[in-house]
């Protein structure tokens, strides 16, 4: 008889990308489970280009009624506010599984110690030991898997002559990330190296400060996205680059779970690292830079010396 489990990410899109890994693990152990996810209403369309996520549900206030109505024998929360883990209990669902962290540990009856905060080890790694610890408490297997988290039809090619470099320089407040100034300086540097077309990615609510740093970058073959709310869209857009450069922030996540070639800039604290929030494409597709600096907005490093290895082992390859 098909299990069912319930997993719970409802916060930002960078985060929810990030359990893909542990959900491909569950899902190659777990041939009887159906995976459905608790989500940001905003991300609800993820379950139609991931095969690790079956269905997609969100709070709209009657969450505890929804729950109990599927029947879930399994929850998993990688995040959990107090809220959350409350209904969750409420719900009476047989084994909630979750980290012992916080006060809403509580709502819990099987937990592991993690200590997440020491950013150790990267936020999917910790995510695949809590997948690893449901498959041991219900005997199942630990599988090697090598499959791809995100399938689209195809991949859009929108300029065969140049390298089309993504760039997206805001990130939401989520995190500091490089000034607008020097995200164009880089598209310079790079320009040195490789015939490049960029692209600025960006929100919504970002586009017209896009448009400012568009206009301070004469001499460069450099336009705005036409910006999205919708996440197949964003991933659509996406797929479209042969490489993609931004702060941490969500969309890097979605880049690199298309494992598109990606550039990352992380601040030097220690909840925001590079270690913790790595990116899940493959190794040779990506390179990492932390803050260098002491700059309280924005994270510094060595523009030149970055655009060369960009070039020499990512642009190298296309």
Same mark, same amino acid.
């Given at each position: ?13 960078g ?15 777990c ?21 690790y ?11 505890v009624s ?15 506010s107090?809220?959350?883990?409350y ?15 916080? +006060?809403?540990?509580? @709502? &819990?009856?099987?937990? %592991?110690?993690? $200590?997440?905060?020491? /950013? #150790? ?13 449901? +498959?041991?408490?219900? @005997? &199942?297997?630990?599988? %090697?898997?090598? $499959?791809?988290?995100? /399938? #689209? ?13 993504? +760039?997206?320089p805001?990130t ?29 990615h ?39 680059c ?70 020499r ?6």
């Amino acid at each position: 008889m098909m299990k069912k489990l319930l997993v719970v990410r409802n916060d930002k899109l960078g985060d929810l990308i990030l359990i893909l890994p542990a959900l491909k693990l569950i899902k190659s152990s777990c041939t009887d489970i159906q995976i459905d996810c608790l989500v940001d209403k905003k991300y609800y369309e993820i379950s139609s280009i991931t095969k690790y996520i079956d269905n997609t549900v969100y709070d709209d206030g009657s969450l505890v009624s929804l729950i109990r109505n599927h029947n879930y024998d399994f929850s998993i929360s990688f995040f959990s506010s107090f809220i959350t883990g409350y209904k969750l209990w409420l719900s009476q669902i047989p084994k909630r599984y979750a980290p012992a962290t916080k +006060l809403a540990q509580i @709502f &819990y009856n099987k937990k %592991i110690k993690q $200590n997440r905060s020491f /950013s #150790l080890k990267a936020e999917y790694e910790y995510n695949n030991n809590l997948a690893e610890f449901f +498959l041991r408490d219900n @005997f &199942y297997k630990i599988p %090697i898997v090598e $499959n791809a988290y995100i /399938s #689209l039809n195809e991949r859009s090619i929108s300029n065969k002559e140049k390298i089309l470099v993504f +760039l997206h320089p805001f990130t939401g407040g989520s995190s500091k990330t490089l000034s607008g100034d020097d995200f164009i300086q880089l598209c310079f540097e790079l320009n040195r190296h490789v015939n490049c077309k960029f692209i600025l990615h960006c929100s919504i609510d970002d586009y017209h400060k896009c448009q400012e740093l568009v206009e301070k970058a004469e001499g460069l073959d450099i336009s705005t996205i036409n910006p999205t709310n919708n996440l197949i869209e964003m991933y659509k857009n996406i797929n479209s680059c042969d490489l993609f450069i931004a702060g941490s922030t969500g969309p890097l996540h979605v880049a690199a779970s298309l494992n598109k070639k990606t550039v990352g800039f992380y601040p030097s604290k220690q909840s925001s690292t590079l270690v913790r929030w790595d990116t899940i494409n493959d190794r040779n597709n990506k390179l990492t830079y932390s803050d260098t600096g002491s700059d309280e907005r924005f994270i510094k490093v060595d523009l030149k010396k970055i655009a060369n290895e960009i070039s020499r082992n990512l642009l190298g390859q296309l």
